[in-house]
């Protein structure tokens, strides 16, 4: 097994733009995923400002080109998934470009409610995704979301998968899920911190029990001290995955 993201979710508006970059500079293996929903990231409020920064930095300064996700949650993640269209809200970030044509928002992670998962529109969600190759989709896979997940999966998508048994809770399973689909690629989320990151990785490579595989991990409440994004919480998550990278 071997990573190929260290994600770290939902710096905000209360962190400071050039921090983030210096973060996700650390490594190529490290992705910066922002949260995105309405009550907080419609255009002009603080947060989505502060995003517009961001991207706006990294889609112009070639030495700041870090990993970027969003991950879609609430009405906008309704919205992809029912009816296969981008929120025009949001639609810029999704649209920004380098001077390659590549995206600077490189995934999309679409996290699903209940009512969401129970009324996907598969065929106009599975249009969406192969309607932007340069773009990865993540659906994250529990018992919410499973049946979705299976069910786009028999369409041929492309899409990556994420196993999170608490749905975005970060709640640390008693076991990891193995490997459900053999041809797309997985992750692994749910009571991630910097301390316990490395014996996860032992455990989630128990269970992929493949050498060369590429999975990826994410963490987010345990970054968080006081509610907020912690950089020094993030940075210690960040260097003990990669010390047990370098030891494999």
């Known amino acids: 097994m071997q990573l190929k993201y260290i994600t770290c979710s939902d710096p905000r508006e209360f ?27 419609s255009p002009n409020m603080p947060r989505y400002t502060w995003f517009q920064e961001l991207v706006l930095q990294v889609t112009t300064d070639k030495s700041s080109k870090i990993n970027l996700a969003m991950h879609i949650n609430r009405e906008y993640c309704d919205e992809i998934c029912r009816f ?6 949001i639609k810029q970030f999704f649209d920004f470009t380098d001077d390659k044509g590549n995206p600077i928002v490189k995934r999309i992670q679409l996290n699903m409610p209940k009512d969401t998962a129970e009324n996907v529109n598969i065929k106009k969600l599975s249009e969406l995704i192969s309607a932007r190759p340069t773009q990865e989709f993540i659906l994250q896979y529990n018992d919410k979301t499973k049946d979705v997940v299976r069910n786009l999966g028999q369409t041929k998508t492309k899409f990556s998968v994420l196993y999170d048994a608490s ?4 709640v640390l399973p008693s076991e990891w899920e193995k490997p459900v689909f053999q041809n797309h690629f997985q992750g692994y989320a749910g009571g991630i911190s910097p301390d316990n990151v490395a014996y996860n990785l032992d455990k989630i490579d128990s269970v992929v029990c493949a050498k060369k595989r590429p999975i990826w991990i994410d963490a987010e409440g345990k970054l ?12 210690k998550y960040i260097q003990n995955a990669l010390n047990w990278q370098k030891q494999r």
Do not use: T, W
């Open 15 to 41: 962190n400071n733009v050039n921090d983030i970059i210096n973060l996700g500079n650390i490594s190529p293996l490290v992705e910066i995923a922002v949260q995105s929903h309405p009550s907080k990231m």
């Open 167 to 170: 749905g975005g809770c970060g």
């Open 84 to 89: 296969g269209k981008v929120p025009n809200e």
């Open 224 to 235: 968080k001290q006081d509610d907020m994004f912690n950089i020094d919480l993030a940075r």
